[in-house]
């Protein structure tokens, strides 16, 4: 259900009251047009920053101020047969291509070459449960196979019917309204709020906070963005950042991959936010506000109360509170004459995933696996030879049968190491298969990784007296598990 408005205290400060009259002046549509809207990955995040910010309490006039900066759009005028209102509160966070009003240096600087689409980039469901202890982020792919609900074009006045495109071209027909009405259309999910943002913000946000750190398992390249990170963990920049959150040819993944980076982002952005003490510094609070300020378009009734009231009731919001997922794929590359290749949807897992927020469910009580340690190559695709590097008859046996039941493809038959007295378990690998050594390791906490040049792609393990166990891993595969849900503090560096 949409936030309830605030207690009638606000109006005890009655020097305040006018500034609504300011926001809804006739002249306010206008900065649209001024806006600077341009192309990248992550603008979503700083709106989500907006109600952490505000979960300070620093003070009702510093955050009022956001009426008379904020951008207003009609997103739901003459809206009509829209789904039912279910509990918490649905927003729908959309990042536009714009690049045309960014700086010939700074689309050099940044990679941003090209014609832009006036269409979606970045669109995602942020759920805020009832309880407002729980935000779900769901992303929905820009290519995703679409039908737009009968709408007059807002380009040509053309009346349409119904038709086929990609998601992300319902903005470029009919704007906030269409964009909404056909993601109605194919969730059932009531939204409450629309948020549109752009990169400028974005970068000063990061700036402002301090940078916001990462972690990857591999090297990330990007020739497209300019994005070279070596693997590591590292503290982002605003020009670093949109690099980051951009890039869709570091890997085979695309658009996929670069939904599941924007959630990793995304949950970094709240730990910093959250544990850095930013909340506590007014001055620091006011410098981050401003910077977020500078980008959101939202609709009229997603103002000061409404961002003050959910950041009070987040205010122990954390990065565990947090959940991601992207919409189960059915089909990719699904060809569809006049459009091109677009993404399906999965129908049942789908409409699962949008029950569940319909309901006001937790995703991640549908996750079909239990939470695991991300690595960067899948157990599956791991071969190992365990070695019993010990006196205790049956060791050798006993890991080779967990690290099987955890998916690594172990040759199941154990033999003894010719050292008897190892006391440290010890993964044995090929240089060449550095990366799947390192994600064995991770499923043997304390293991010791050592190189053997000339040792193939079979792995070795030799369990030593220390071994106690064998922890579960997982790849970074959004299709994983029924949504594919991951929680912030699963993302976040550790």
Not at 88 to 104: P, Q
Not at 226 to 237: E, K, M, V, W, Y
Not at 406 to 426: E, L, M, S, W, Y
Not at 469 to 492: H, L, M, T, W
Request: hydrophobic letters at 35%.
């Amino acid at each position: 259900m949409p936030t309830p408005p605030r207690s009638p205290r606000s109006t005890a400060t009655p020097r305040r009251r006018p500034q609504p009259a300011v926001r809804r002046a006739p002249r306010r549509p206008a900065p649209p047009a001024r806006r600077r809207r341009p192309r990248w990955g992550m603008r979503a995040v700083t709106t989500l920053s907006v109600v952490v910010l505000a979960s300070a309490g620093i003070g009702h006039a510093v955050v009022t101020s956001l009426d008379a900066d904020i951008a207003r759009v009609d997103a739901f005028k003459d809206m009509k047969n829209r789904p039912r209102a279910g509990h918490g509160v649905n927003v729908l966070l959309v990042g536009t291509d714009g690049r045309e009003k960014i700086s010939k240096a700074e689309r050099h600087k940044y990679r941003l070459g090209g014609a832009p689409c006036h269409c979606t980039d970045t669109m995602m469901i942020v759920h805020i449960s009832e309880d407002r202890e729980r935000a779900s982020v769901v992303s929905l792919p820009r290519d995703s196979y679409a039908v737009t609900p009968p709408h007059v074009d807002r380009t040509s006045g053309e009346r349409h019917g119904g038709h086929p495109l990609k998601l992300n071209a319902a903005y470029a027909e009919g704007g906030p309204q269409l964009t909404v009405r056909t993601v109605e259309r194919m969730t059932k999910v009531k939204i409450d709020h629309y948020v549109e943002v752009d990169f400028t913000s974005f970068m000063k946000t990061v700036d402002v906070v301090g940078g916001v750190q990462i972690c990857t398992t591999d090297p990330l390249k990007d020739s497209y963005t300019g994005l070279d990170l070596p693997a590591g963990r590292h503290t982002l920049a605003g020009g670093q950042a949109l690099q980051y959150v951009r890039a869709r040819h570091v890997d085979g993944a695309s658009d996929l991959g670069r939904m599941k980076r924007q959630q990793r982002f995304m949950a970094a952005l709240v730990e910093r936010v959250t544990s850095s003490g930013i909340l506590l510094n007014p001055m620091k609070f006011r410098d981050v506000t401003r910077a977020v300020l500078g980008s959101v378009r939202a609709d009229k009734g997603f103002g000061t109360d409404e961002m003050l009231d959910l950041g009070r009731a987040m205010r122990n919001f954390s990065p565990s509170s947090s959940e991601f997922t992207t919409v189960p794929i059915g089909r990719m590359g699904y060809a569809v004459k006049g459009v091109g290749s677009t993404l399906k949807w999965d129908p049942v897992k789908s409409e699962r995933l949008f029950h569940a927020l319909r309901q006001d469910q937790p995703l991640s009580a549908h996750r079909s696996r239990p939470a695991a340690r991300i690595v960067s190559v899948a157990p599956q695709q791991i071969r190992v030879q365990v070695e019993n590097g010990t006196g205790t008859a049956g060791l050798g046996r006993r890991v080779d049968a967990a690290l099987a039941s955890t998916g690594f493809r172990t040759t199941k038959a154990p033999r003894n190491a010719a050292a008897r007295d190892v006391k440290r378990t010890i993964v044995a690998y090929d240089p060449r298969w550095d990366r799947s050594a390192k994600s064995l390791a991770t499923a043997l906490p304390g293991s010791e990784l050592k190189p053997v040049k000339g040792l193939g792609a079979t792995l070795k393990v030799i369990a030593g007296a220390d071994f106690e166990r064998v922890r579960k891993v997982r790849a970074e595969d959004p299709g994983q598990g029924e949504f594919g849900v991951v929680r912030g503090d699963e993302v976040a560096c550790s």
